[in-house]
């Protein structure tokens, strides 16, 4: 089931434009994106 | 207290931000998205330029539009709104670029106090995570918002 989520109150100058959500599915960044995976895999997390 | 921030817009669904950067360069758009990796909440943080003519996303230029700070208070700006809608996120970055990790720990030195208020933060140095320190040169970087 999907968290439903309490909306935050934006900053000064910030603003929602449902045109970003085009992004939604596609990752712009796929080489970042696997570089942490491989950090998160092989180091794993800090103790917090 | 974060310094001066470009205005930018963000999707509903809270994981992708944009902003026009202004300088001597011209407008750049930039390109903040936080996407999910394989751990759960873990989210990684994507951060590059938006071509204008084909809106193909660059995240290896350091474009030097003479406003590094703003544009990193900015992308500050964003993890504040985006870990406010996801606090139960972490969120890790790796510069794409040597140049751009370089950047990323000068961003966070230069924010660090309005940082810390706020998360715990730590850098990846010999392949083993540190509570960050100024002056260190790491290979990742990852935050946690405090509770």
Known sequence: MKTKRKTPKLPKGAKINPVLDKYNDVVLFPEKLKMANHILKTVGLPKI | MLGEIYDFELGTGFQEFEFDSIGPKGVIRKVVQYSETNLKDLYNLGFGDKDNKTNKINDLTITNNGDSQKVLATVAST????????????????GATLARTRLYRIGISNNLDAIEKDFHVYGLKNNKWHKFAKNIPYDAFLVKRKR
């Open chain 2, 79 to 94: 993890l504040l709104v985006f870990t406010e809608y996801f606090p139960e996120a972490s969120v890790i970055t790796v």
